[in-house]
């Protein structure tokens, strides 16, 4: 009879925990989704970074790790790509998500940046963004909307994604 009562209660707490965890599992942000705001510790310099602070420009967001070898090959190529587009228009904000910031920092000495990039140590956007691959990223317009999302990290993509950030900042300057 004990094992029985064990079991039943193994069982119960099996199925809160499967419900809990599917009832918060996360989606990556689409197209059309707001992007949630978010105030963080920036890498660099003593300061608060927030993305209200980039409203009206166009924003990519890069999720990242020190640990992501595609990280170190995109690092470069979106640095290359805000230095290309008006600062005024274009912004890319590097968000690493690590319990240490210390290793961030070490990656940011080997494999240096002008963007802004900040700590989420305590992984509070990952979920609240849908992130589960690094890199991920996401193309925020003008107003906070999220216009595309992509997961991981292919060189061959950053044309089709340059094109969609050189669109958005024209679109805006066209108005």
Same mark, same amino acid.
């Given at each position: 009879?004990?094992?029985?009562?064990?079991?039943?209660?193994?069982?119960?707490?099996?199925?809160?925990?499967?419900?809990?965890?599917?009832?918060?599992? !996360?989606?990556? =942000?689409? @197209? &059309?989704?707001?992007? @949630?705001?978010? !105030?963080?510790?920036?890498?660099?310099?003593?300061?608060?970074?927030?993305?209200?602070?980039?409203? &009206?420009?166009?924003?990519?967001?890069?999720?990242?790790?020190?640990?992501?070898? @595609?990280?170190?090959?995109?690092? @470069?190529?979106?640095?290359?790509?805000?230095?290309?587009?008006?600062?005024?228009?274009?912004?890319?904000?590097?968000?690493?998500?690590?319990?240490?910031?210390?290793?961030?920092?070490?990656?940011?000495?080997?494999?240096?940046?002008?963007? /802004?990039?900040?700590?989420?140590?305590? =992984?509070?956007?990952?979920?609240?963004?849908?992130?589960?691959?690094? /890199?991920?990223?996401? =193309?925020?317009?003008?107003?906070?909307?999220?216009?595309?999302?992509?997961?991981?990290?292919?060189?061959?993509?950053?044309?089709?994604?340059?094109?969609?950030? !050189?669109?958005?900042?024209?679109?805006?300057?066209?108005?």
């Amino acid at each position: 009879m004990r094992q029985a009562k064990y079991w039943g209660w193994l069982f119960a707490i099996a199925l809160i925990a499967s419900s809990a965890s599917g009832a918060s599992a !996360t989606r990556v =942000l689409q @197209p &059309g989704d707001t992007a @949630p705001a978010f !105030t963080l510790p920036a890498l660099a310099e003593r300061r608060l970074i927030s993305l209200e602070e980039f409203h &009206g420009k166009v924003v990519y967001l890069e999720f990242w790790s020190s640990w992501c070898a @595609p990280c170190r090959e995109s690092f @470069p190529q979106l640095d290359a790509l805000r230095e290309r587009l008006p600062r005024e228009e274009f912004e890319v904000i590097g968000i690493n998500l690590e319990h240490s910031a210390d290793d961030a920092r070490r990656f940011l000495k080997k494999h240096p940046v002008t963007f /802004p990039v900040v700590s989420d140590a305590a =992984l509070s956007l990952k979920g609240r963004y849908g992130v589960s691959v690094m /890199p991920t990223s996401f =193309l925020i317009d003008r107003e906070g909307v999220v216009r595309a999302a992509h997961r991981g990290w292919i060189v061959d993509d950053l044309d089709a994604m340059a094109e969609q950030v !050189t669109a958005l900042v024209d679109e805006a300057a066209n108005r």
